[in-house]
């Protein structure tokens, strides 16, 4: 069977329409799926101790959708191919509590949709050409370094004192 039936990626202008967790459900669920497991990020009212207004995601989707079809990939690999897995980010002008990304995963069992779908939002925000600017109550706005930036192991570099929050910020 195309492996692309076993992964749905997808970036999403949130003027046009929302994210669709139900639609995320309904792809990796099957008849031989014991498991699901979904992640849900949404905008959040603090972000580094100051009050956030709001969220504009900017991505370049030809590189981004690549990005999340290799973790898609990576992760069939690592879990088996009867895995279903889904990831939608949104792009624009987000409010408080707005959907931006839905990652899902089917599986046999619990474990591996767990594990899969952990994988899977991780590769999200540490790889993909995704860019961030938060609007604060103060009126200013900056945009975010992100996860992509962050010190992820012993093959990178440590991360600049002035990330090293940013990067425990974006563990949770």
């Known amino acids: 069977m195309d492996p692309k039936h076993y992964r749905h990626c997808a970036v999403v202008d949130i003027a046009r329409q929302p994210l669709d967790t139900a639609a995320a459900i309904d792809f990796v669920s099957d008849e ?3 498991g699901l ?16 207004l709001g969220i504009d995601y ?14 898609c990939a990576t992760v069939l690999e690592r879990y ?3 895995l279903k897995l ?12 707005d ?13 591996e949709a767990f594990r899969a779908c952990r994988d ?17 109550v103060d009126g200013s706005s900056e ?17 600049p004192a002035a990330h090293a929050h940013d990067c425990a910020d974006h563990r949770h």
């Open 143 to 159: 945009w975010s370094e992100g996860c992509s930036l962050c010190y992820r192991g012993e093959q990178s570099p440590a991360p």
């Open 37 to 52: 497991a979904v992640f849900v990020g949404k905008v959040r009212r603090q972000s580094h101790g100051r009050a956030v």
């Open 58 to 71: 900017d991505l370049y989707q030809p590189l981004t959708l690549r990005q999340f079809e290799r973790a």
């Open 120 to 136: 899977l939002i991780e590769a999200v925000k540490h790889e993909a050409p995704i860019w961030k600017r938060e609007h604060y």
């Open 99 to 111: 959907l931006a990304v839905v990652v899902a995963a089917g599986s046999p069992h619990r474990d």
């Open 80 to 82: 088996g191919p009867t």
């Open 32 to 34: 031989a799926h014991g």
């Open 86 to 97: 889904y990831v939608a980010h949104a792009y624009g002008s987000l409010k408080l509590g």
